[in-house]
């Protein structure tokens, strides 16, 4: 993915900040219901030793059956999701390598992103969550994850303020255009008085 022209940028609604809109898919559709089924349970999975021969029985990731910018962010973050719980499996000695299964889809999935195979903040945080009343505000007390290494309550009170604070910044994201416009205006103005000068 290219980045962002400025004006695809200045197009864009900031009320959410980085959240995306819609909100985030929670899960891919019937291809891939092998992974989604492992991915909903990696926290079961984690206590015994079943996750690594799980994860790498898995069937092909059906890359291919990705077709929106919402299943390939579903897909990144389930995929990152399962290789950072390969890698640190509990009880076990750290992986050093992942299973073709999940590392070459893992890396299809990022290139196409523009971000690199790792379980990033927008990973994590941007594209991870859901409104329990999906009617009712981007707002903690509201909001839960995706997806999830163990589910405590401590796992999804640390991401989701993030994403709280995420939905309240639009409104100072939406300031910073003008903000930009005016220094602009400004350079422009000054370079002109010099010129002269």
């Known amino acids: 993915m290219q980045p962002p022209t400025l004006a695809e940028i200045r197009a864009r ?3 959410r900040g980085f959240l995306p809109t819609p909100d985030p898919l929670r899960r891919l559709p019937a291809p891939f219901a092998a992974w989604e089924a492992v991915a909903a349970e990696l926290s079961k999975l984690a206590l015994s030793h079943h996750l690594r021969p799980t994860i790498a029985g898995l069937p092909p990731f059906p890359v291919a059956e990705l077709h929106t910018l919402a299943a390939y962010e579903r897909a990144m973050t389930m995929l990152a999701y ?26 299809q999935v990022a290139r196409h992103l523009g971000r690199p195979p790792i379980l990033s903040y927008a990973t994590q945080a941007l594209y991870n969550w859901r409104r329990i009343d999906p009617d009712g505000p981007i707002a ?5 994850l995706n997806q999830n290494f163990l589910g405590g309550m401590d796992e999804e009170w640390f991401v989701t303020i993030h994403i709280n ?20 205006t400004a350079v422009r103005r000054l370079l002109k008085t010099i010129w002269r000068r």
């Not at 950072?84 to 992986?95: D, L, R």
């Not at 604070?165 to 602009?184: H, M």
């Open 82 to 107: 399962m290789a950072s719980m390969y890698t640190f499996a509990p009880a076990q000695p750290v992986a050093t390598s992942l299973p073709a299964a999940l590392a070459a889809p893992w890396v």
């Open 140 to 144: 903690v007390g509201n909001l839960t």
């Open 165 to 184: 604070i995420e939905a309240e910044a639009g409104r100072a994201l939406a300031g910073l255009l003008p903000l930009q416009d005016a220094v602009t």
């Open 13 to 15: 609604d900031f009320a």
